[in-house]
Structures are given as structure tokens and as C-alpha cells.
């Protein structure tokens, strides 16, 4: 109901979509109402054949012509309303949680902070499907049922009439509507609780099946590395646990299925016959027609259906129910981090990541822990003004964490970072992020290659020594594997030329270079950004003679003072 009701309230598409439900609506009482025209078209086929009327047969024939065209059309119309609130509910909620999974940098921090909300991309990508498509049909079902229920009730009460119970002269009304629900009551019972522990079977396997999923997307991420280090033994063996776990899981869910599915087996294969044997009295004493006789076994049949719901789709609720639950954690996962955003923002508790009306950045008494609580860095201040070049070297660890919290992308610490504001900030990782497509895309992310014309993207390659790569502004690859490590960080730097930002903070994204290449780019950066503040995070203090104005050395508070 929660995820429904936002989708019905919030979606951009809502008043559609409610007219959408209408119609779907008024299309399941359509069904209903040619349920019950067939049940009284039976009824009149059978007394015709009892009868042999042969002309009453020929205008049946003509109904049930009718019959079964209005039935195609509406069991179409209906698939193609019940599909397209479907494929709309998936895409209104898939793009609500990548909105919120993508904001605030969510999609990182979420792999920093414990709770259920594992493989998110699972989640957002798999769950979502089965929770939309499943619960609109499973939705549609119950109405259905329900529907069916009320309508039949009354049908069978009319033709069943009542009987006496055996050897004796009570008279019960009714009676066929009564053993309806106590054959159904039993059933649902006794399904409700042979199939519970299905409802976690399937929870766990959906969960061992996105961690097999994720852990082959990685190896297929990092193929390249396991090649070069030959690690396909150990990745085997790693993905063989994984599968080990699914079918730990499928088997567990095997089991839960066999006593359901048994049970709903032998129920439902009684239940054509049940209503025949227990009517058949009535029929042989006359008191009964054999339409009368067939009309009744069907409303049975009907109402004993639609009462047994719960066993009818016990597996798609489970598997629904485990979707939902998924989707929830997620999102509850998402939500408890910006809510702690929100209460802890202007505490001392956390980090404060804010714009200044200020032209120069400011670090205030800035303390930075590591996720297990030991410090990093303590009462840190730095006060960086526009145009200065500074190197930042020392600690890994200390350099490496103060890159990310200035990102906005490290939760564990306190104290204040004032950005200045309405300034453009880039961040070059020491590994950029490379998604396959063609390279002018690839050069102008996070913006659109329409931005920038084609004379500046080839100004932005030759810039950054990569040249050699302006004929292949068109070309479609997976970059992160076409090229080696030293390209990727020279088209990060590329972008920085592209983009033309104000402040620039490097993250050891020139150290594989030599020492002639690691300077060249640096000086033309320099040449090309003169008004830029320029920060490096770099292991080799010895490169920067002449480049840089300042030089700030991290280490841990245990190993010495920042200077």
C-alpha cells in the first residue's frame, strides 16, 4: 500500500493512471458478468439436452457466439490496461529510487553503513519488476475473486435449494453455499500453513541469487586484473560458494513447495467432482433438472475457487511479499541516511559540507576517523584562496579520506567544510569512471558531448597527451577496458581542460605517470586554469619543485603533526 499509494498520490502520470484503474476496474466486473451469463447459458444447455430441443440448441449456439466475442475483447482490453499500469508503476518507482539512490551521493555511502540493503542494483533493477508486475495481478485476482464470491454466493443459494441432514429431519438452507466455505475454509487453513515457510524460502533464495549476480558482475568488471593475475581459480571457487548458496536455497525452497503444492494438487482434483456427488441426491429425487445440477457444481466450483485465493497464489504472494520487502529495506536504508542528514546537520556531531558566501575555502576543526573509529586526522584547518596550487602528500589513508570528505563522500568525523559558493569543483579519482559508449561522451561526462564543440574536445585530448585518440571521438567501447590505466587518468585530466572548473582537486591521478609526464599536464593545467585553485593529492613530493605554492603533509594524529 505504501509504494501503491505514492505511485497513485505522487506519480507524474496520476491523474491516468486513476482513470486507468477505473477501466481496469469496470473491465473485472465485465468478467464477472460474463462469468455469470455462462453459468446461466450453461444451465439452459444442459435442460435443452435433457430435453432434446433441438431449436433451443441452435439460438444457445448463437449466445454463446456472442459470449465468446465479448469475451475476447474484453479479456484484450484488459491485459493491455492491466500491462500498461504495470510497465508505468515499474518506471515511476525505478526512477524514484535511482533519484534518491543517486542523490546525495547514496549509491556510495550506502556500502559504508551496515543494514538490509545489500546489491541495491538488484533491487532496483529485478525487485521492482517482480513487485509491480506480480501486485497489480495479484491485485487484480483478489477483486476478481471477490466479485466472483458475492455473485455466486447468491447464484447457488437460488439452485441448490436446501436438505435434510442424514437420518434426521433437519433442514438445512442453503447447504452446498455452507459446504463451499467449510471445503474452502479447510483448504485455505491447511495451505496457509503448509506454504509459510515458503514465504521465507523465497526471501532467502531471491537473496542468494542477487549475491551470485553481483559477484559475477564483478568478476566481469575486474576481468581484466584476474587475467593479468591469474586469479580464475580463485574467482571459480568463489563463485561455486555462491552457487552453493543458491542451490542451499533452492532446495530449502523445494521442500517448502512439496507440501503445498501436494495439497493444492488434491484439492483442486476433487474439486470438479465434489459438488456433482454431494448435488447428485437431489437430481436423482427429481427434485434437481440437469442444468440446474451443472449450474450448481459450477457456482460450487466458482465460490470454492474464489474463497481459495490464498492457496491459488500463495507462491506469487511469497515471491511479492519478498520483492516488496526488498524494495522497503532499500528504501528505508535511504531514508534513515538523509533523515540522519537532515537531524545532524548543523551539529557538531558530524561533518558540515556547506557553500559560503565566501570566494576561498574553509576547513574548520575537522576530524576524520576511519569506519572502525580510530582517527585519521584531528582539528585540521586549512583556509585555501582562489588561485593558489596546492600539493597534499603524507599518510594514504589521511590524504585519501580528506579527497572524499570534501566530496561530500566520507561520513565518519566532525568539524566544518565551507565550499565557496557558486564555484564549479571537479574531483579527478585516481581511477575515473569510464562508461561505455562513444569517447566524446565518455570526455564530456558528467555533461552531454552537445555542450562542447569538436574543436575543443581534440583541444581537451592534445592537452592532456592523448591526442592519438581524436579519431576515435565516435567510436563505441567499454573504456575502462580498452585502455590502460595511464589513458583513464589522462582523460580524467582531459575533462578537467574540458570542463574549465574553479577549484580542482586531483587524487593521485598523475602518480602512475613519469616524471616528465606527470609534470606536463599539471603545467599546462596551470597555463590553461590560471585562475583555478588546484588541489593534488600525490605520493611524490619531489615532482612538484615550481608547481605548486603550498605543501600540506597528513598523517595520523598517533604518527605526528599535520604541518
Request: aromatic share 8%; hydrophobic share 50%; charged share 20%.
Amino acid at each position: 500500500m505504501r509504494l501503491a499509494l505514492d505511485y497513485w498520490n505522487n506519480g507524474e502520470n496520476r491523474w491516468k493512471v486513476r482513470w486507468m484503474a477505473l477501466l481496469l476496474l469496470a473491465l473485472t466486473v465485465a468478467q464477472v458478468v460474463l462469468a455469470i451469463w455462462i453459468s446461466y447459458w450453461h444451465r439452459d444447455l444442459f435442460d435443452a439436452l435433457e430435453d432434446r430441443q433441438l431449436a433451443e440448441l441452435a439460438r444457445l449456439v448463437l449466445i454463446f457466439v456472442l459470449i465468446f466475442l465479448l469475451t475476447m475483447a474484453v479479456t484484450a482490453l484488459h491485459l493491455a490496461v492491466k500491462r500498461w499500469l504495470q510497465i508505468d508503476w515499474r518506471r515511476w518507482l525505478t526512477g524514484m529510487l535511482l533519484d534518491q539512490w543517486l542523490r546525495h551521493s547514496l549509491h556510495y555511502r550506502l556500502q559504508l553503513v551496515s543494514g538490509e540493503h545489500d546489491n541495491p542494483d538488484g533491487r532496483i533493477a529485478e525487485d521492482v519488476k517482480i513487485a509491480t508486475e506480480t501486485a497489480i495481478t495479484l491485485a487484480h485476482s483478489l477483486l476478481f475473486s471477490v466479485l466472483i464470491l458475492g455473485s455466486f454466493v447468491e447464484i447457488l443459494l437460488s439452485v441448490s435449494g436446501s436438505a435434510a441432514l442424514p437420518g434426521t429431519s433437519v433442514v438445512v438452507p442453503g447447504y452446498m453455499v455452507l459446504i463451499a466455505f467449510l471445503y474452502a475454509g479447510v483448504g485455505s487453513m491447511l495451505g496457509l500453513m503448509l506454504g509459510r515457510p515458503l514465504i521465507r524460502a523465497t526471501n532467502h533464495l531471491q537473496t542468494v541469487e542477487a549475491n551470485l549476480r553481483f559477484g559475477l558482475a564483478r568478476v566481469r568488471e575486474h576481468s581484466e586484473a584476474i587475467a593479468f593475475m591469474h586469479g580464475k581459480a580463485c574467482e571459480r571457487r568463489h563463485a561455486g560458494h555462491l552457487f552453493a548458496d543458491v542451490g542451499m536455497g533452492w532446495n530449502r525452497q523445494t521442500l517448502a513447495y512439496l507440501g503445498i503444492v501436494s495439497f493444492s494438487t488434491g484439492y483442486g482434483t476433487l474439486l470438479p467432482v465434489f459438488p456433482i456427488l454431494i448435488a447428485a441426491p437431489q437430481y436423482i429425487a427429481g427434485i434437481m433438472s440437469l442444468g440446474l445440477l451443472m449450474q450448481a457444481a459450477q457456482a460450487f466450483q466458482r465460490l470454492t475457487s474464489a474463497l481459495s485465493w490464498p492457496i491459488d497464489n500463495l507462491g506469487e504472494i511469497a515471491r511479492c511479499r519478498a520483492s516488496i520487502d526488498r524494495i522497503i529495506s532499500l528504501r528505508e536504508g535511504m531514508e534513515q541516511l538523509e533523515r540522519k542528514d537532515r537531524e545532524n546537520g548543523h551539529g557538531m556531531n558530524r561533518l558540515e559540507l556547506h557553500r559560503a558566501n565566501r570566494p576561498e575555502l574553509e576547513i574548520r576543526r575537522l576530524c576524520l576517523n576511519d569506519s572502525d573509529g580510530h582517527p585519521l586526522l584531528a582539528d585540521f584547518n586549512l583556509i585555501a584562496r582562489h588561485g593558489e596550487r596546492i600539493l597534499i602528500t603524507g599518510n594514504p589513508a589521511v590524504t585519501v579520506a580528506l579527497f572524499k570528505a570534501v566530496a561530500g563522500l566520507w561520513p565518519w568525523g566532525h568539524g566544518e567544510i565551507l565550499l565557496p559558493a557558486g564555484r564549479e569543483i571537479a574531483f579527478a579519482a585516481q581511477r575515473p569512471y569510464l562508461h561505455a559508449g562513444s569517447l566524446r561522451e565518455v570526455l564530456a561526462y558528467p555533461h552531454f558531448d552537445a555542450q562542447y564543440k569538436e574543436s575543443v574536445l581534440r583541444w581537451a585530448l592534445e592537452c592532456a597527451g592523448i591526442g592519438w585518440l581524436q579519431s576515435r571521438l565516435d567510436d563505441m567501447e567499454d573504456w575502462s577496458r580498452a585502455l590502460p590505466l595511464r589513458t583513464q587518468q589522462r582523460l580524467g585530466i582531459a575533462r578537467l581542460f574540458l570542463q574549465q572548473p574553479q577549484w580542482v582537486f586531483i587524487e593521485e591521478a598523475t602518480d602512475a605517470f613519469d616524471v616528465r609526464d606527470d609534470r606536463v599536464p599539471l603545467e599546462l593545467l596551470h597555463r590553461e586554469l590560471p585562475n583555478a585553485t588546484l588541489f593534488n593529492i600525490s605520493r611524490h613530493k619531489e615532482r612538484a619543485v615550481g608547481l605548486y605554492s603550498r605543501h600540506v603533509m597528513l598523517h595520523p594524529p598517533d604518527a605526528g603533526e599535520q604541518g
